[in-house]
């Protein structure tokens, strides 16, 4: 049994590894000097946004103890739909256009780390508090933070809403290299962060109680996580876009395909098959469909079937 997981980790690894060449010279026609830094850039990317999810969505079910919840149940990606809309509303479309992705960048990712930090503040200081009204807080914040979009939305011409409506959904194909840098240090920085609590995952995954009885100072370490989480899912989300179900979908074909529940598998596992949909998805849209549709629009497809489908065997149960 101890070999599964080891089996599976060098398949996956394998598998990745040739998607990511196949990305890099499949379909070449030009000059080397000119598509390798492009789609390198592209590649880099997207195994950036697949580590961010995978493991913030992981790391989220486990201090959840629930596997059919995600980070955008907080409110995310309504936020970065709210921002996206709020600009566009006050200063036009062409004023979205003309700031600096860094800029952009920046502003996204410091506002939903904001938010979330005032909102942590504000739902785990105090003994009441708990992590279940801190997720229906989140819930209402998101429902808020659309309605007010959706109203600005009928508010904008229709030129407008048109510029604005391609923000709405994760896009792989126009990446900023210049923001990359910005992302990895803050990626490697969470990473690092959640390296020295590593030991605690498995601890959190057995429940609060056990996990107090244990020794473990659960309040805090939460906290912490929620924290490496928020930063996570911010960085990702404001480089590409928002992806809702992605992480549903990774963590949950991660749990089937590891055996256990030992994060010290389930997370490269999951890593590994988020960088294997993204990539592969992105080389069969560009060589097979030619763009003809938004690699978005398929994983969010496959990841509300997944979550349809854990809903349904669950009521079952």
Not at 69 to 95: K, N, R, W
Not at 182 to 203: E, G, N
Request: with cysteine; net charge positive.
């Amino acid at each position: 049994m101890r070999s599964r997981p080891a089996a599976v980790l060098a398949l996956l690894a394998l598998l990745a590894a040739a998607l990511a060449v196949a990305f890099m010279t499949v379909g070449v026609k030009g000059r080397w000097d000119f598509v390798l830094p492009f789609r390198g850039t592209k590649l880099a990317a997207m195994l950036l946004v697949a580590y961010s999810i995978a493991v913030s969505t992981v790391l989220f079910q486990t201090i959840t103890g629930n596997r059919i919840l995600t980070p955008s149940i907080m409110g995310f990606d309504a936020l970065y739909m709210l921002i996206q809309t709020l600009v566009v509303f006050l200063f036009g479309s062409a004023q979205l256009a003309q700031a600096g992705p860094s800029v952009m960048f920046v502003v996204e990712a410091a506002a939903m780390v904001g938010f979330s930090a005032m909102l942590y503040r504000w739902m785990l200081s105090g003994e009441l508090r708990s992590l279940h009204l801190l997720m229906l807080v989140g819930i209402i914040f998101g429902v808020l933070f659309r309605s007010l979009s959706n109203l600005m939305q009928r508010m904008i011409d229709p030129n407008e809403f048109a510029v604005l409506q391609d923000r709405f959904f994760a896009n792989f194909n126009t990446i900023h290299g210049e923001l990359l840098l910005i992302a990895a240090v803050l990626v490697l920085a969470a990473s690092l962060a959640a390296w020295r609590l590593f030991h605690t995952f498995d601890v959190l995954a057995l429940g609060r109680e056990t996990a107090i009885n244990l020794g473990l100072a659960h309040k805090r370490t939460v906290t912490a996580i929620l924290v490496l989480v928020t930063v996570l899912v911010s960085v990702s989300t404001a480089l590409v876009g928002p992806v809702t179900f992605f992480g549903l979908l990774v963590a949950n074909l991660a749990y089937q395909l590891a055996g256990t529940s030992r994060h010290a598998v389930v997370l490269p596992v999951a890593v590994l098959l988020a960088v294997i949909c993204l990539v592969g998805g992105q080389l069969v849209l560009e060589r097979v469909f030619s763009f003809n549709t938004a690699l978005s629009i398929i994983i969010e497809f496959l990841g509300g079937i997944t979550f349809i489908a854990l809903i349904l065997r669950r009521t079952v149960r």
